[in-house]
C-alpha cells in the first residue's frame, strides 16, 4: 500500500507513468525503495525539497503524528508518555476518521478522567461546521435518550452522535461525540460561552440543577448555571 502510494505520488509530479520501483532490503526491519522516472522529452522541474517532504508524509502513520502533536502540547517526556499509553487504545474505527491533533484533547480528557478518578468529564471542540460535545467516561455510555435532552434544553440543535470504546483498561471506557450547532444553526463561539456551557453540562450530570428550557440563557444570555438556578426558584415561588 505505501509502495503503491510512493509510485502514484512520483508519477503525479513528475507527469508520467514510466515509474519503476525496486525493493532492497536492509538491516533489521528497513526497506529501502529505489525508483527510476522516465520522461519523454526531458524530466520537468520538480521542486525536490517538497517533493521529499511528501514522501516523507506518506511514511508517516497515525501514531507518528499523534506523538508528534502530543510532544508539540505537553514537552517531550510527557507528550511520549502519553502516547505509549493512550494511543493504542484507540480503535482502527477512530484513527480513520479522527486526525492526530483532534486526538489530543480527548487524550488529555481522558488523562484527567483516570488520574483524578473523576465520573466523567465534559470537553468541547469546534469542528468545520459543527461544535462537537464530548463526553468521557468509564461504566459504559449515556442513553441517548437522556443526553439529547440535556443538550436541547441548551438550545442546541444535535446532528450527530460518534460514540467510541477505548480498548483495554476496564474494557468499558468511553466518549461520545455529540455534534451541535447553536443559535443559527451556527458551531458555538466556545471563547465565549465554552467554559459555561461544559459547566451546565456536568453540573446537570452531577444533579446540581435541572434540565429544562431556562438553561438556554447559559449560551445566548451569558449566565452560569448557579445564576440560572436562582432565576428557576424565583419563577417558582414568584
Known amino acids: 500500500e505505501l ?30 525503495v529505489h525508483a527510476n522516472v522516465h520522461v519523454p522529452g526531458g524530466v520537468p522541474d520538480v521542486p525536490l525539497r517538497e517533493l521529499e517532504q511528501e514522501l516523507i508524509s506518506l511514511t508517516r502513520t497515525w501514531d507518528d503524528g499523534l506523538r508528534e502533536r502530543l510532544v508539540d502540547r505537553f514537552g517531550p517526556s510527557r507528550g511520549r508518555a502519553l502516547a505509549a499509553q493512550w494511543g493504542p487504545r ?12 483532534m486526538a489530543v484533547s480527548d487524550i488529555e480528557c481522558f488523562d484527567r478522567l483516570e488520574r483524578e478518578g473523576l465520573p466523567f468529564v465534559v470537553g468541547l471542540q469546534n469542528e468545520p461546521g459543527r461544535t462537537r460535545v464530548a463526553l468521557y467516561k468509564t461504566g459504559g455510555k449515556v442513553e441517548l435518550g437522556e443526553a439529547m ?17 477505548l480498548l483495554g483498561g476496564d474494557g468499558d471506557t468511553w466518549v461520545q461525540d455529540f455534534g451541535v450547532l447553536g443559535p443559527g444553526d451556527r458551531p458555538l463561539d466556545l471563547a465565549a460561552v465554552g467554559e459555561r456551557l461544559a459547566d451546565c453540562i456536568a453540573a446537570v450530570r452531577r444533579g446540581d440543577t435541572e434540565s429544562d428550557t ?25
Open 149 to 165: 435532552p440535556t443538550l436541547e434544553a441548551l438550545g442546541l440543535r444535535v446532528i450527530e452522535e460518534v460514540p467510541t470504546r
Open 3 to 32: 509502495l503503491t502510494a510512493f509510485t502514484a505520488l512520483l508519477r503525479e509530479r513528475f507527469a508520467t507513468d514510466a515509474v519503476d520501483t525496486h525493493t532492497v532490503l536492509g538491516e533489521g526491519d528497513r526497506v529501502r
Open 90 to 101: 484507540f480503535p482502527e474505527y477512530y484513527r480513520a476518521s479522527v486526525e492526530p491533533v
Open 214 to 238: 431556562l438553561n438556554r440563557l447559559v449560551v445566548v444570555a451569558g449566565l452560569n448555571w448557579r445564576q440560572v438556578n436562582i432565576l428557576r426558584a424565583y419563577r417558582m415561588y414568584r
